[in-house]
Nanobody, 123 residues
Framework: QVQLVESGGGLVQPGGSLRLSCLASGLAFSSYSMAWFRQTPGKEREFVAGISWTGTNTHLADSVKGRFAISRDNVRNTMSLKMNNLRPEDTAIYYC????????????????WGQGTQVTVSS
């Protein structure tokens, strides 16, 4: 059974930082590309960042370039999202996703999902 478990969310002030983690089990982690999406009420799930199965290639949404960084550890089966200079508009539930073929694209293309972790940016 594939499980993706996110952690690290919370409340942070504007300009602050958070690191999200995703722990994967039940799949050959090093064979999967991984991604982070986020979603706010009433909106579609939005791509944030993706990383190839080797970790060599990454892709960030324009809205987070220069502020967020994605990484992975294929020994510990984890993926991370370091978020700096957070803004109120970054407030959302953040989801970890896995797919054999793609590291970015529409949410419906991804095979596996975590339950999400809430990030709230507010003073």
């Amino acid at each position: 059974q594939v499980q993706l478990v996110e952690s690290g969310g919370g409340l942070v002030q504007p300009g602050g930082s958070l690191r999200l983690s995703c722990l994967a089990s039940g799949l050959a982690f090093s064979s999967y590309s991984m991604a982070w999406f986020r979603q706010t009420p009433g909106k579609e799930r939005e791509f944030v960042a993706g990383i190839s199965w080797t970790g060599t290639n990454t892709h960030l949404a324009d809205s987070v370039k220069g502020r967020f960084a994605i990484s992975r550890d294929n020994v510990r089966n984890t993926m991370s999202l370091k978020m700096n200079n957070l803004r109120p508009e970054d407030t959302a539930i953040y989801y970890c996703a896995a797919d054999r073929a793609i590291m970015s694209g529409p949410a419906e293309e991804f095979d596996y999902w975590g339950q999400g972790t809430q990030v709230t940016v507010s003073s």
